[in-house]
């Protein structure tokens, strides 16, 4: 638990999140728990960049509305750093489903069910290493 694992993970804050004015909050609770963030940019995705992030998801009944909710404004792209990173922000997060998410979470707090055909919930974070670096690589090319 305490060996070093300095990992960077990719955090978008949705469309819902930035009409919302949550980015604040969002990055907020990253800085709180301690995670460091090492890059940050707002932009308007296309829908090439979605495809690209989402390609796991192709297929699935809430693809479309999924890349259409995405594409619905303007995002924010951050790369947070520290040890652990990626799991220590999936757990800020919260699970998938904003309903059942935890209080305490993101998700939990922050956002609901809307009815919508694809889940909103405010926030993304990668899921594994190799998500991480894939991910980090589309939004943030000029890195790599
Ligand atoms: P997560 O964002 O928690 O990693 P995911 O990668 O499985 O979840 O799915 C990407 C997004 O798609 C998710 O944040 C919300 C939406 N989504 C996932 N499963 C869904 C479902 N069964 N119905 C509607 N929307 C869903
Ligand atoms: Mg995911």
Sequence with gaps: MNSQKIERTLVLVKPDGVRRSLVGEVVSRIETKGYVVVGLKMIT???EILEKHYAE???????EPLLEFMLSGPIVA???EGNRVIEGFRKLAGTTDPTTAEPGT???DLARDQGTKVVQNIVHGSDSPESAAREIAIFFPELS
């Design 45 to 47: 995705p296309t829908r």
């Design 57 to 63: 998801h192709a297929g699935k009944p809430f693809y």
């Design 78 to 80: 951050m790369i947070a």
């Design 106 to 108: 993101i998700r939990g």
